[in-house]
């Protein structure tokens, strides 16, 4: 029996090698693609211009942003999503005090500041203290400077514009993971507790010692709950 694709969906500022203990898992078992949330200034428009690339149907699992594009793509194309798994991310729209809280970040990036915005006010939020912590640190800061100051912009407008996905939660019928660090400060466990509870069937899986990224600060255990799920 063949596997059916699985399409990964990266957080800001994040690329393909987010999930490079993923790809080494997996991909021998079934075809794995990346798709990058570049392009466009509304989540609508990023989940329509990647479902227009995306096998006929597939797995899909998002992080953080990604997780908000994945809950877009199954609300705009339920029938071509066989499961879910919605990592370190958040269904609600954002807060109007934390959109406000965009606007220095964004003119610090077009004044040419990427590397400090990110260094000084994002990533420290990130990760758990832990041996992987420096190197994953380092590969953020290389992937947000690959994608740039552009991307910077485009992204953080769509996540001050995203819709509340509650709704969509609720009309969810295909095998479906939450999962999240244990230490997720930007998206914390109870969060995905609410979650889990919206989604019918949803099994939530907390990893400890992991913060915002455990596909990349605790691989092992994440890929054992997504093995999982995709065997559901």
């Known amino acids: 029996m063949i596997s059916e694709p699985l399409l990964l969906l990266p957080g800001m500022m994040c690329d393909a090698r987010l999930f490079a203990p993923q790809f ?19 989540m609508g428009s990023l989940a329509s211009a990647i479902l227009a690339q995306a096998p006929s149907r597939f797995a899909l ?4 942003m990604g997780g908000i594009v994945a809950m877009e793509m199954i609300r705009q194309a339920p029938d071509r999503i066989t499961r879910l798994a919605l990592l370190d991310t958040n269904p609600l729209a954002e807060p109007p005090e934390r959109a406000t809280q965009r606007e220095p970040q964004i003119a610090a990036v077009k004044a040419g500041n990427l590397r400090s915005v ?6 420290p939020n990130y990760l758990a203290d832990g041996p992987r912590r420096g190197a994953v640190l380092d590969l953020c800061m290389t992937m947000a400077e690959t994608l740039g100051p552009e991307v910077f912009v485009a992204q953080s407008r769509a996540l001050a514009a995203r819709p509340d996905q509650t709704e969509t939660l609720r009309n969810v019928r295909v095998p479906t993971l939450i999962l999240c660090g244990a230490e997720d400060r930007l998206c914390p ?11 019918p069937g949803a099994r939530l899986s907390v990893i400890d010692g992991a913060g915002h990224l455990p596909v990349l600060e605790q691989p092992d255990p994440t890929n054992r709950q997504i093995g999982r799920w995709l065997d559901r």
């Open 118 to 123: 990110m260094r000084d006010e994002m990533k």
């Open 24 to 42: 080494a898992a997996f991909s021998a078992t079934r075809m794995i693609a990346v798709a990058p949330l570049v392009g466009h200034t509304d």
């Open 189 to 199: 466990p109870a969060r995905h507790e609410t979650m889990r509870d919206l989604v």
């Open 61 to 64: 699992a998002g992080l953080s």
